[in-house]
């Protein structure tokens, strides 16, 4: 099946610095990547939507200059938490989408969690 | 909007077999997934289902009913390791964008 892979697993920074999260996929070409986040027993809520090549389309109460998404080719996506704070602290998923099985699936990554002390 | 609802937990037996339902009211609807996620791991994808009935894989079966607007998801000789929360998805019509529940923490008990 389609692995997509997520650099860091775990990454701990300190207030105010920036931090970025690599997203790829191995063995697939992904067209659309998206970016998630989990609160703890929580669901997941989409952040943004990345399509190769072009801007990402945040979702309504993301702020796009605090949450920098790059999708320079069609296996790698970066998101940035720029001057992150406390409450940044997350489990942050992507998933791509565009092979595998079906171009309807979306393979996730193992996540990221982020902790800003 | 999105409103998917499932229940927040359910605790079974070794050996026996749970239903976790899903409803949903969504402004569209191209198919609904159902998704494992164990304690800080990613979702793995389980099921799909975009026609009505039943779609059976193994020990794991989902079923849709798209007029009802709800799915359920079917674990049978549960193990200790199905131990974790399943996620109800909803994708939209015209984006391939997901929509989640809440999720069902489902506990398997000896």
């Known amino acids: 099946g389609a692995v997509v892979s997520q650099h860091p697993s775990r990454v701990i920074c300190k207030s105010g610095t920036s931090v970025k999260i690599e997203c790829r996929s191995l063995d697939f070409q992904a067209t659309t990547m998206f970016w998630y986040r989990q609160f703890p027993k929580k669901s997941l809520m989409l952040m943004a939507t990345s399509n190769e090549g072009s801007k990402a389309t945040y979702e309504q109460g993301v702020e796009k200059d605090k949450f920098l998404i790059n999708h320079a080719s069609l296996t790698l996506s970066t998101l940035t938490v720029t001057s992150a704070h406390p409450e940044d602290s997350s489990f942050y998923i992507c998933s791509a989408q565009g092979g595998g099985t079906g171009s309807y699936e979306q393979y996730f990554g193992p996540g990221t969690r982020l902790t800003v002390t | ?110």
């Open chain 2, 1 to 110: 909007g999105q409103n998917i609802d499932q229940p927040t937990e359910m605790t079974a037996t070794e050996g026996a077999i749970v239903q976790i339902n899903c409803t949903y009211q969504t402004s569209g609807f191209n198919g609904l997934f159902w998704y494992q996620q164990h304690a800080g791991e990613a979702p793995t994808f389980l099921s799909y289902n975009v026609l009505d009935g039943l779609e059976e894989k193994g020990r794991f079966s989902s079923f849709l009913s798209r007029s009802k607007g709800y799915s359920y998801l079917l674990l049978k000789e549960l193990q200790m390791k199905d131990s974790a929360s399943y996620l109800c998805a909803v994708r939209d019509t015209n984006d391939y964008k997901l929509s989640f529940g809440a999720g069902t923490t489902v506990t398997v008990r000896a």
